[in-house]
T-cell receptor, first 119, second 118 residues
């Protein structure tokens, strides 16, 4: 149980294009999903918290107009990197927090990540 | 402010050695959760354990064991008889208790890269 998928696993795009990354919880409902960014040899940096049916909460320094997050259902959240530039190249990881009605287990399960390369 | 410190950046051991990964945390909350995740070269984070702040009982799972001590704000992870497949980056993380729809952000340590050589 508690499987999170992420698609695509790897994407290469030209500068100026937009890229959409999907995150799905496969066998549980997730009212809350998180998006992280990880640079080589570094820890995970939280970008935003996504709650189903409401606007995402972005961490300080993260441009909400550049990283669009949509959490339209209890099993799907998407991150769109708009007008991507080479400095946006990174490893993007999503996680889903298992949440049963009225109770939160507070365990986050992570997707396999998406490696974005912007040329 | 919440903070997680993993002072060991890299550790290298020979197979079958025991190894302990240190984790020290800071939080003002009385209710919080501590986690360990493993990130192998493939990149996917694998959940290893969750411990809540009211449960100081140590845990053993096969070759893995965890020592939670609130008095020293530490949550250390020991691998017994290490194997090459244990080579990965290990992250300790802290989450302050969230409600159904709020909070629950994970604060990660910097990670410890464990290399187990044959």
């Amino acid at each position: 149980g508690a499987v999170v998928s992420q698609h695509p696993s790897r994407v290469i795009c030209k500068s100026g294009t937009s890229v959409k990354i999907e995150c799905r919880s496969l066998d549980f409902q997730a009212t809350t999903m998180f998006w992280y960014r990880q640079f080589p040899k570094q820890s995970l940096m939280l970008m935003a918290t996504s709650n189903e049916g409401s606007k995402a909460t972005y961490e300080q320094g993260v441009e909400k107009d550049k990283f669009l997050i949509n959490h339209a259902s209890l099993t799907l959240s998407t991150l769109t990197v708009t007008s991507a530039h080479p400095e946006d190249s990174s490893f993007y990881i999503c996680s889903a927090r298992e949440g049963l009605a009225g109770h939160v287990t507070d365990t986050q399960y992570f997707g396999p990540g998406t490696r974005l390369t912007v040329l | 402010a919440q903070k997680v410190t993993q002072a060991q950046t890299e550790i290298s051991v020979v197979e079958k050695e025991d190894v302990t990964l240190d984790c020290v945390y800071e939080t003002r909350d009385t209710t919080y959760y501590l986690f360990w995740y493993k990130q192998p070269p493939s990149g996917e984070l694998v959940f290893l354990i969750r411990r809540n702040s009211f449960d100081e009982q140590n845990e053993i799972s096969g070759r893995y064991s965890w020592n939670f001590q609130k008095s020293t704000s530490s949550f250390n992870f020991t691998i017994t008889a290490s194997q090459v497949v244990d080579s990965a980056v290990y992250f300790c993380a802290l989450s302050e208790g969230g409600s159904y729809n709020q909070g629950g952000k994970l604060i990660f340590g910097q990670g410890t890269e464990l290399s187990v050589k044959p």
